[in-house]
């Protein structure tokens, strides 16, 4: 069996994922990369498939390869260059969750619309990542401030505030 079927049977058998976790700074939901993790990591193995994720060349990576094969896909996102630890370590974990949620199409449940009828969805907020982010993201890597790369870039609001978070 190909790499390919063995992900659409992995597809299969994930569904959506739960989000778990609560976003005090923008009253939303997501899913911790650990439950993500856990959630998935049996499922990949039961079909012989091996997830990694890691940094290299300034990337954040997700690779799955086939232990039969060798065959392998990957997702990965060029990291902000920061000088804070905590705000780099923050940007890691954000890319990794992105970078598995992408290579694996995974689709999040929202909970609260789920729990509060069968047949209304609350819509999930997501954050836009476009060009205009990038950059700015790219200018605090410069060295520019959070204030510095909001005002020059005209982000969203939402994009104001995950770049605050950063």
């Known amino acids: 069996m190909s790499i390919y ?6 597809q299969k058998e994930v569904g959506a994922i739960s989000k778990d976790s609560k976003n005090p700074f923008f009253k939303s ?13 049996p499922i ?12 290299k060349d300034g990337l954040q990576s ?22 804070d630890p905590q705000k780099l370590g923050s940007a ?6 992105y970078t598995l949620c992408s290579l694996l199409a995974l689709q999040a449940e929202d909970d609260d619309a789920n729990s509060a009828s069968k047949e209304s969805k609350k819509p999930v907020k997501e954050v836009l990542i476009d060009d205009r982010f990038e950059v700015a993201i790219k200018a605090l890597s410069e060295g520019k401030t959070t204030k510095e790369a909001i005002l020059k870039y005209a982000l969203t609001e939402d994009q104001k505030n995950l770049l605050a978070k950063l």
Not at 5 to 10: A, H
Request: net charge negative; glycine share 4%.
């Open 29 to 41: 939901k997501y899913f911790d990369i650990n439950s993500l993790i856990q959630h998935v990591e």
């Open 62 to 83: 997700s690779i799955i390869v086939d232990s039969e094969s060798g065959e392998s896909v990957e997702s990965y996102l060029e990291l902000p260059k920061l000088n």
């Open 92 to 97: 890691v974990t954000y890319y990794r969750r």
């Open 5 to 10: 079927k063995k992900l659409l049977e992995v």
């Open 44 to 55: 990949l193995t039961k079909y012989g498939l091996v997830l990694m994720q890691p940094i």
